[in-house]
């Protein structure tokens, strides 16, 4: 599976839109892009995923570049509790498989 | 309805000892997974088992870790003579058969120490 790289941290004030970056220039054609989140003392929680086109759900919206080979996920309206470890994998969408996830990127919601 | 649920919580004990983690999935859910995370670090994969076998087990770090299934709904994940490097928060998760995601359900997690 292709390798990700996302910032270590991020702050965003509540009620503005949270914007996370992830790069993933190695990326195969069958390989989709999927964001989790992890709230502190939780397991991780599934937000989103694409392979090319861009996604909206009741979470998230998630871009996706033409050349695939980055993404941001967008919370259109931070809260306090989006403040968590949010990880882009990226990983071909088999039935069932492993996800390897990297560090993610801190995001911390302030009033 | 019911998320994954894992038992116990917190798990204590002392280096050498022998102790069992338990995983009930989402009901349906065939797939079933465990993670340990470290602190400051991401999920890392232990196993995954399809059913009642496991499908991948590359991640077990050694001999010491063993993970059964026996009919293909609760796991038990398995540490013998435990040391503090085995101190972390292990995770189940499941999913169920799904052509176009892989939508993983996370459990709380049993945070381990070993002293």
């Known amino acids: 599976d292709a390798k990700t790289t996302q910032p270590t941290s991020m702050d965003c004030a509540e009620g503005r839109a949270a914007n996370l970056p992830c790069n993933h220039s190695?990326?195969?054609?069958?390989?989709?892009v999927y964001w989790y989140r992890q709230i502190h003392s939780q397991g991780p929680q599934y937000i989103i995923h694409?392979?090319?086109n861009n996604e909206t759900n009741e979470m998230a919206s998630l871009i996706i570049t033409e050349d695939r080979k980055s993404s941001t996920l967008i919370l259109p309206h931070a809260t306090l509790r989006d403040t968590a470890v949010y990880y882009c994998?990226?990983?071909?969408?088999?039935?069932?498989?492993?996800?390897?996830f990297g560090t993610g990127t801190r995001l911390q919601v302030f009033p | 309805g019911a998320g994954v649920s894992q038992t116990p919580s917190n798990k204590v004990t002392e280096k050498g000892k022998y102790v069992e983690l338990r995983c009930d999935p989402i009901?349906?859910?065939?797939?079933l997974y465990w993670y340990r995370q470290s602190l400051g670090q991401g999920p890392e994969f232990l196993i995954y088992?399809?059913?009642?076998?496991?499908?991948?087990d590359s991640g077990l770090p050694n001999d010491r870790f063993f993970a059964v299934r026996p009919e293909g709904s609760v796991s038990t994940l398995k540490i013998q003579r435990t040391e503090r490097g085995d101190s972390a928060v292990y995770l189940c998760?499941?999913?169920?058969?799904?052509?176009?995601?892989?939508?993983?359900?996370f459990g709380p997690g049993t945070r381990l120490t070993v002293l």
């Open positions: 190695t990326i195969s054609g069958n390989e989709y």
């Open positions: 994998i990226v990983r071909v969408a088999r039935n069932t498989d492993k996800l390897i």
């Open positions: 009901s349906g859910h065939t797939a």
């Open positions: 694409g392979l090319k």
């Open positions: 088992f399809q059913g009642t076998g496991a499908a991948d």
């Open positions: 998760a499941s999913s169920k058969p799904s052509v176009s995601s892989n939508e993983q359900f």
